[in-house]
């Protein structure tokens, strides 16, 4: 069974970067939709970006057009978010799920998190 495992997370400033990444092991992102999920402290988990099983298709929030982009490895089999001119509110546990058919399916896998804190 596929375990996603988020890392990357961490304390940074309002205005500076991070890279999210979530490997796969034992298996092959190559075969998955992966989606990353941000849950907010008191609110519902919600999508911020998927990409397509072949990579060729992206979806974005609202929120996450424009300053995030999800992007697969399939060389390093990780599944990459990277976060731009980061906010306060951006912060949350940010989770990294796949499907076996495709973005906007439901979700066969989870991650257990990593946590994103921004704050000066």
């Known amino acids: 069974q596929l375990r996603p495992v988020e890392s990357g997370g961490g304390l940074v400033q309002p205005g500076e970067s991070l890279r999210l990444t979530c490997a796969a092991p034992?298996?092959?992102?190559?075969?998955?939709?992966f989606t990353w999920f941000r849950q907010a402290p008191g609110k519902e988990r919600v999508a911020l970006a998927c990409?397509?099983?072949?990579?060729?298709?992206?979806n974005y929030s609202d929120f996450a057009r424009g300053r995030f982009t999800i992007t697969k490895d399939n060389v390093r089999n990780t599944v990459n978010l990277q976060m731009n001119a980061l906010q306060p509110e951006d912060a949350g546990v940010y989770y990294c799920?796949?499907?076996?058919?495709?973005?906007?399916?439901?979700?066969?896998?989870w991650g257990k998190g990593t946590l994103v804190t921004v704050s000066s």
């Open positions: 799920a796949a499907s076996n058919i495709a973005c906007n399916y439901p979700i066969d896998f």
């Open positions: 990409i397509s099983i072949n990579g060729a298709r992206t």
């Open positions: 034992d298996h092959n992102v190559a075969h998955y939709a």
